[in-house]
């Protein structure tokens, strides 16, 4: 007698199971046998081979055998390139690296102030406001000599890192901005390739930024677009947006092309609070970003954990009514010897006791089904809690 659903998938089907099932015919082959002379061991196995679904259970067991119970949706790359390790958390933040323009022309008044004082108020309130632990780091350039011809070779080759990639220090990073004054030519290019230097010298996980901030054009015979292109393209993979401080038409053709060969934006800024303006949106679109990678992670994993519970729920469904139909046919069929005094009331019960015990095995396999969804919702509410605390935890950082 089988003790185990192994056991019962090693029987051969009954010739009356499944679909093939018909009381009257059933009835009909009992008639045509005699179980008086049986005792309830032999009974039973008699009706096993008449209703018995044995092999038809193996649908069910190789499904439950096989079924992945993992939720295995791969968390996207966050906003910052961070990713979720082993479903658990959020390593690293950007790492945003502005380059300053710091030629003769930054020392243009707007108002009662210089473009430089403006960009440096502006840049400053940038980076105090990106969430903590962020990485940033400001070049200049174009700040030696002077902007007469006779300067040229020294401004141009002049690009300085005046505060190293590192988190941001309200006390350094201000000092790093009152160490220079505006004074030379525009070296884009060069600025943007040390920039791609910069990165690969600090070697920090997270997405690579670049804001360079510049009132006009690439004075200094350089190919400004091409360095960005190259940075974008490289495994540096760095973005490279473009604030046009004041720039006339023709600054503004040549630096819109290097924010697109960059990968990045271009905003044009005429005043301190158009400055602030796209500082702003740029912080906003951070939010927004983290805020859709929330969303659309944490509902493609409850899709998957949904269709891994139908999954289960429409197998089990059909598992149990497959047992159910065994145990009620052949309680019956007992039933019908029982009334056709075939067998005793005794060897009824004792059939009626074996009947249920291999009901019983089944039932107690159906708690495989029970476990691999607890595995599934378990997995899947512990990841969509990491997600959405990932996601509110940054939300917040960028929200003011």
Not at 165 to 171: A, D, G
Not at 244 to 273: H, I, P, R, Y
Request: charged share 30%.
């Amino acid at each position: 007698m089988a003790a185990s659903m192994e056991d019962i998938l090693q029987e051969k089907a009954g010739e009356y199971s499944g679909t093939a099932y018909n009381e009257a015919v059933v009835h009909r082959a009992m008639d045509e046998q005699n179980f008086q002379d049986k005792d309830s061991f032999q009974v039973y196995d008699s009706l096993l081979k008449l209703m018995g679904e044995g092999p038809n259970y193996q649908e069910y067991y190789d499904f439950v055998e096989s079924f992945n119970g993992n939720i295995e949706t791969k968390v996207t790359e966050a906003p910052e390139s961070m990713k979720l390790e082993n479903g658990k958390e959020v390593n690293g933040t950007a790492n945003i690296s502005i380059l300053l323009d710091a030629s003769g022309s930054m020392a243009q008044m707007i108002g009662d102030k210089t473009k430089m004082d403006l960009a440096k108020e502006a840049i400053n309130k940038f980076v105090a406001s990106m969430p903590e632990g962020s990485n940033v780091s400001l070049r200049i350039y174009g700040h030696k000599g002077s902007n007469d011809d006779s300067d040229k070779e020294l401004s141009c080759s002049s690009t300085e890192m005046v505060y190293d990639l590192k988190p941001y220090n309200k006390s350094d990073f201000a000092s790093s901005l009152g160490e220079f004054n505006p004074t030379g030519w525009t070296p884009i290019a060069k600025a943007i390739s040390e920039a791609k230097t910069d990165f690969q010298k600090a070697n920090k996980p997270g997405q690579n930024i670049i804001y360079v901030v510049s009132d006009g054009i690439e004075t200094c015979d350089g190919d400004p677009a091409k360095e960005a292109k190259e940075l974008h393209d490289s495994n540096i993979k760095a973005v490279v947006n473009i604030i046009g401080f004041d720039v006339d038409s023709a600054g503004q053709k040549q630096l819109l092309s290097v924010a697109e060969a960059g990968g990045g934006k271009f905003e044009t800024v005429n005043s301190a609070e158009d400055f602030k303006q796209v500082l702003e949106r740029e912080r906003t679109r951070l939010y927004n970003e983290w805020s859709a990678w929330s969303a659309n992670n944490y509902n493609e994993v409850m899709s998957e954990q949904g269709n891994k519970n139908v999954e289960l729920i429409n197998s089990k469904g059909a598992f149990a009514k497959l047992a159910f139909d065994e145990k009620v046919r052949m309680d019956l069929a007992a039933n019908y010897l029982l009334s056709k005094e075939q067998i005793s009331q005794e060897v009824r019960s004792e059939v009626s006791s074996l009947i249920q015990q291999r009901s019983n095995i089944s039932e107690e396999y159906r708690k495989k089904y029970d476990e691999l969804m607890k595995s599934v919702n378990s997995q899947g509410q512990s990841l969509r809690d990491d997600i959405s605390d990932k996601g509110d935890e940054m939300k917040d950082k960028y929200k003011n």
